[in-house]
């Protein structure tokens, strides 16, 4: 943006904010909030400690290669519109993740998640530049830099009582609430 005002988009700034930052705070969870259900994932899908590793891994590395595309999918379709699908086949991975029965089942299910997910940080930053001001960009990039961190702090927290209290399944489930939250407050 050129100006100093927002664009015109911004009747529900405080509803688009609320709802990028949700989709960013679950992206984020997600890097970290696997990680205590591991062993019970291993047990669960009879894997060795090597395999289960590839339950992190390949969202990861998902996640890292889809990136750099996700600009070019957003200037060809609309940073909304990829945003979208983005959140959306995020929250059908993550159920993917919660059934699957198998190790191949819940790595594909992790890379796919990872795929739909590696939009949703930079595009909901994007959001939140385009409906900012120049001079109310510095709380907005800090509300996002807040997001952003809170994700992987609370993982293993949350994680581990799902896991605890419910089943492994559950830290994959806890993203149906989180996106549908996102998603009708953007569209």
């Not at 891994?57 to 889809?66: E, L």
């Not at 600009?71 to 959140?87: D, E, P, S, T, Y």
């Not at 890379?111 to 959001?127: F, H």
Request: charged share 10%.
């Amino acid at each position: 943006m050129s100006s100093d005002a927002p664009s015109e988009a911004v009747a529900h700034r405080g509803m688009i904010t609320a709802c990028v930052v949700l989709a960013v705070i679950m992206q984020a969870l997600d890097t970290t909030i696997a990680n205590v259900a591991l062993p019970y994932m291993q047990g669960s899908i009879s894997a060795s400690s090597d395999q289960i590793n590839w339950v992190l891994t390949s969202y990861i590395v998902a996640a890292a290669i889809m990136t750099p595309p996700s600009a070019f999918l957003a200037r060809r379709f609309g940073r909304k519109r990829v945003l979208l699908w983005a959140i959306v086949g995020f929250v059908v991975s993550s159920i993917l993740c919660g059934l699957a029965q198998s190790l191949e089942e819940i790595i594909l299910a992790r890379l796919l998640q990872g795929l739909a997910g590696a939009a949703l940080v930079p595009l909901s930053q994007g959001i939140l530049l385009d409906i900012y001001s120049l001079k109310e960009r510095g709380s907005a990039m800090a509300l996002f830099g807040v997001s952003v961190m809170v994700g992987p702090v609370l993982g293993p927290m949350l994680g581990g009582w799902l896991t605890d209290n419910f089943s492994w399944r559950w830290v994959f489930f806890i993203n149906l609430p989180i996106g549908l939250l996102a998603l009708a407050g953007i569209v």
